[in-house]
């Protein structure tokens, strides 16, 4: 059974912290996505990744970055936490259809 | 810009009834849309994908259709069931990279 799994369901952070969330899959994918989605907005799309070291912008990546040393783990990194970052974000990898994780649910007070 | 439309208020209808979700989208047709499913507090899972050829595209109960003309795909749920109640999200391929823009969902209440 394909899997992707987050490192933590819920997570409370104070602003000006910084902030690491992971997610790893087992399928081999080569694709691995991080969107945050917020009431009345949607899965937006913070950032993906198409292969190890290789990482590209999506939609909403002001004051995040990320980091994908091995295929199976791409990381999500608040480099100082907001409270306007409070969101449920969520971890994706893909080959024809995507597969998603659990969701973190990161409250920043 | 790509963009995905769907109905962003709920919708609420009888069990055994066969729920029609509307997903459209902008500029050119895709070369597949998919379909998703969230229930509250998780993360979404897939349900089918259609590709641009395709008319029509059945899995169980749920059915889904593509309309390039109209530039719209249905989501339709038959015989209805209280379980079936979740946010339903539409996605469409956009550009290189395999990456996927979803629409904002619509949430589907099924009442007994």
């Known amino acids: 059974d394909v899997k992707v799994t987050q490192s933590s369901r819920y997570l409370v952070k104070r602003t000006g912290e910084k902030v690491f969330l992971e997610c790893v899959q087992d399928m081999d994918h080569e694709n691995m996505f991080w969107y945050r989605q917020d009431p009345g907005l949607g899965l937006r799309l913070i950032y993906f990744?198409?292969?190890?070291?290789?990482?590209e912008k999506g939609d909403i990546p002001e004051g995040y970055s990320v980091s994908r040393e091995k295929k199976e783990r791409f990381s999500l990194i608040l480099e100082s936490a907001s409270t306007n970052q409070t969101s449920m974000y969520l971890c994706?990898?893909?080959?024809?259809?995507?597969?998603f994780g659990p969701g973190t649910r990161l409250t920043v007070l | 810009s790509q963009k995905i439309e769907q109905n962003s208020e709920a919708l609420n209808i009888q069990e055994g009834k066969t729920a029609t979700l509307t997903c459209n989208y902008t500029?050119?047709?895709?070369?597949?849309l998919q379909w998703y499913r969230q229930d509250p507090g998780r993360g979404p899972v897939f349900l089918l994908l259609i590709r641009e050829n395709e008319k029509e595209k059945r899995k169980e109960r749920l059915k889904v259709t593509f309309d390039t003309t109209l530039k719209q795909s249905l989501f339709h749920i038959t015989a209805s069931q209280p379980a079936d109640s979740a946010t339903y999200l539409c996605a469409r391929i956009s550009g290189g990279y395999n990456k996927l823009i979803f629409g904002a969902g619509t949430r589907l209440a099924v009442h007994p």
């Open positions: 994706a990898s893909k080959s024809n259809e995507q597969f």
């Open positions: 990744s198409y292969d190890v070291k290789m990482k």
């Open positions: 500029n050119y047709s895709p070369a597949y």
